[in-house]
């Protein structure tokens, strides 16, 4: 949505893409460097809902002002990415290596498999999601918000089936 953001509705030239991806890209770098000041320090699990928190809370936000005030100034759009980038960035490292030790004995499919899985979902929101929601901000806005929310399910629900298999599959069956 990259060119729709910045050409549409930023109104800026093809020279300013900068202004998307900078942000962005520091929130990832802030979001992994203190990922792995925290790794060891603290819980895996507290780390993973700080992220998604953040990313969550991110999301409402957009959503929220997008709603309330329609046009928000880029440099509040700018620094609500990098705080989703550092988010993002918190639980994506642990939850990448939570899922490679479910498989202990097979890493590498296991991480391929991930890499293939992500490679789906990067093309179905490249390919149709974005293409949808890209004429306004506010279906942007909710996109990632749905998308969050998706995020902490899938991990609310890991959590469950890790904890208890048995009630896990209980509710495999009810859906």
Same mark, same amino acid.
């Given at each position: 949505?990259?060119?729709?953001?910045?050409?549409?509705?930023?109104?800026?030239?093809?020279?300013?893409?900068?202004?998307? /991806?900078?942000?962005?890209?520091?929130?990832?770098?802030?979001?992994?460097?203190?990922?792995?000041?925290?790794?060891?320090?603290?819980?895996?699990?507290?780390?993973?809902?700080?992220?998604?928190?953040?990313?969550?809370?991110?999301?409402?936000?957009?959503?929220?002002?997008?709603?309330?005030?329609?046009?928000?100034?880029?440099?509040?759009?700018?620094?609500?990415?990098?705080?989703?980038?550092?988010?993002?960035?918190?639980? /994506?490292?642990?939850?990448?290596?939570?899922?490679?030790?479910?498989?202990?004995?097979?890493?590498?499919?296991?991480?391929?498999?991930?890499? /293939?899985?992500?490679?789906?979902?990067?093309?179905?929101?490249?390919?149709?999601?974005?293409?949808?929601?890209?004429?306004?901000?506010? #279906?942007?806005?909710?996109?990632?918000?749905?998308?969050? #929310?998706?995020?902490?399910?899938? #991990?609310?629900?890991?959590?469950?089936?890790?904890?208890?298999?048995?009630?896990?599959?209980?509710?495999?069956?009810?859906?």
């Amino acid at each position: 949505a990259a060119p729709g953001i910045v050409e549409k509705h930023w109104g800026l030239g093809e020279t300013s893409y900068w202004m998307l /991806f900078v942000p962005v890209i520091a929130g990832i770098l802030v979001g992994a460097v203190g990922s792995g000041r925290m790794a060891g320090k603290v819980d895996l699990v507290l780390q993973v809902r700080l992220g998604i928190a953040m990313t969550f809370t991110v999301s409402l936000v957009r959503v929220v002002l997008h709603f309330t005030l329609g046009d928000i100034p880029i440099l509040g759009q700018q620094v609500l990415l990098f705080i989703a980038g550092v988010g993002a960035q918190f639980a /994506f490292p642990v939850l990448t290596l939570r899922m490679l030790d479910l498989f202990p004995a097979a890493r590498g499919t296991a991480a391929s498999a991930q890499a /293939f899985v992500a490679l789906l979902v990067t093309a179905f929101t490249l390919g149709i999601v974005s293409v949808k929601v890209l004429e306004r901000l506010e #279906w942007l806005a909710w996109a990632s918000f749905v998308y969050t #929310w998706l995020a902490a399910l899938c #991990w609310y629900l890991s959590r469950r089936w890790h904890e208890n298999p048995q009630a896990a599959r209980s509710v495999e069956l009810e859906l």
